[in-house]
Antibody, heavy 118, light 110 residues
């Protein structure tokens, strides 16, 4: 059974780059899209973007200029880089596997909390 | 403001039915599948309904999903205290080439 584990620094300084990693275990990364979703405290879910093993990506238009995603199938992880962060980027960041239909997220990782400070 | 519109909160007593609506547009719900996610307090979301109306194994048949045009609904029959959670709808949006979520609905079991 596939499991995802998100990790990264809990604190990031304003204007710097947020970097997170999601480790994948229990299944191959082939044939799926791998996603990042975030949730500010007390708020709703916001889709950040996704990456496929082919290298294909889709990003949320509101974040596209600041987002980069990469993937390493041999090491079984994918990553998120979000540059020029502000307090508005403070959130819990989830990683999730996207199954055979778009927006079909299963499973999700446990989430990692990121706080942007000045 | 989310691309999909859900009521911010609903409430009902145990044993009662409840419905959560999700309204979108032709570019998302109108032309793509709808998914529902349940988020218990302090936990990551989990898949509740996929491709409009299918339940993953392990999800009780008290939960059902439907879609008509540019709207979708999640129905819960025989409400139980453990159903108290946030519920989110999601769909792909062809105009954005991305996933859109509803703002989430907090379900309170009175």
């Amino acid at each position: 059974q596939v499991q995802l584990q998100a990790s990264g620094p809990g604190l990031v300084k304003t204007s710097e780059t947020l970097s997170l990693t999601c480790s994948v275990s229990g299944d191959s990364m082939i044939a799926y899209y791998w996603n990042w979703v975030r949730q500010p405290a007390g708020g709703g879910l916001e889709w950040i973007g996704r990456i496929h093993v082919s290298g294909s990506t889709n990003y949320n238009p509101s974040l596209k200029s600041r987002v980069t995603m990469t993937l390493d199938t041999s090491k079984k992880f994918f990553s998120l880089s979000l540059k020029s962060v502000t307090a508005a980027d403070t959130a819990v960041y989830f990683c999730a596997r996207e199954a055979t239909r778009r927006a079909w997220f299963d499973p999700w990782g446990q989430g990692t909390r990121v706080t942007v400070f000045s | 403001q989310s691309d999909l519109t859900q009521p911010s909160s609903v409430s009902a007593t145990p044993g009662q039915p409840v419905t959560i609506s999700c309204s979108g547009s032709n570019s998302n719900i109108g032309s793509n599948y709808v998914f529902w996610y349940q988020q218990l307090p302090g936990s990551a979301p989990t898949l509740l309904i996929y491709t409009n109306n299918r339940r993953p194994s392990g999800v009780p048949d008290r939960f059902s999903g439907s879609k008509s045009g540019t709207s979708a609904s999640l129905a819960i029959s025989g409400l139980r205290s453990e159903d108290e959670a946030h519920y989110y709808c999601a769909a792909w949006d062809d105009s954005l080439s991305g996933v859109v979520f509803g703002g989430g609905t907090q379900l309170t079991v009175l």
